[in-house]
């Protein structure tokens, strides 16, 4: 039986798009595939979400393997890269209606510090009844031990817990971790219905 609904955040609650900062800061194609490459794919942004580095460690890192013509625009893509994160439709409707119902709600979330300059575009921390963010504790998704965290810190009972995430890989560790698991594909709806929230 659900007791409890742990959410993830980008492209569950918060809407995570690298092409949005990507076309606002470059200027040429060339820009936006070098800097999509070395920031948003490359080993800086794992650092990150590890809570390893910060954006001036990030930056500093990045810009010497790219073009000096590409700094300015990774600078702005480096601090400025959360302009995409935006509430998604039907999410915060979503967790509201959980909590009329009783339903204590959760996010676990892979994110570097900056989480809580921008989580609040979405609900202030107290909104939720617990937040984990990778980058306080130093693990990831899909590691096991995110989740065993989770549990131990608030008192949880993985079966009475549902997870969605849109990443698969991360739905498959948690349901690994003993939690009920949905791959999100933008549709609350057929959630509720299929777990009767």
Request: charged residues 30%.
């Amino acid at each position: 039986m659900i007791k409890n609904v742990v959410f993830d955040m980008g492209n569950v609650l918060l809407r995570f798009d690298p092409q949005v900062p990507l076309d606002l800061f470059c200027s040429t194609q060339e820009e936006k595939e070098t800097i999509r490459r070395e920031l948003f794919e490359g080993p800086e942004w794992l650092e990150g979400d590890l809570g390893n580095i910060t954006n001036e460690e990030k930056y500093d890192r990045i810009h010497n393997r790219i073009p000096h013509s590409m700094h300015a625009a990774l600078k702005r893509c480096v601090y400025e890269w959360d302009v995409c994160m935006k509430p998604l439709p039907g999410a915060k409707e979503f967790c509201t209606d959980l909590k009329k119902k009783g339903y204590p709600i959760y996010v676990l979330s892979n994110a570097s510090l900056e989480f809580y300059q921008y989580f609040p575009r979405f609900a202030p921390l107290h909104f939720f009844d617990g937040v984990v963010v990778s980058a306080d504790i130093h693990m990831v998704k899909p590691d096991a031990r995110i989740f065993q965290y989770l549990f131990e810190r608030y008192g949880l009972t993985p079966e009475e817990c549902l997870f969605i995430d849109d990443m698969e890989r991360n739905v498959a560790a948690g349901r690994l971790s003993g939690m009920q698991g949905e791959v999100f594909d933008g549709d609350f709806e057929r959630i509720r219905r299929a777990y009767c929230l």
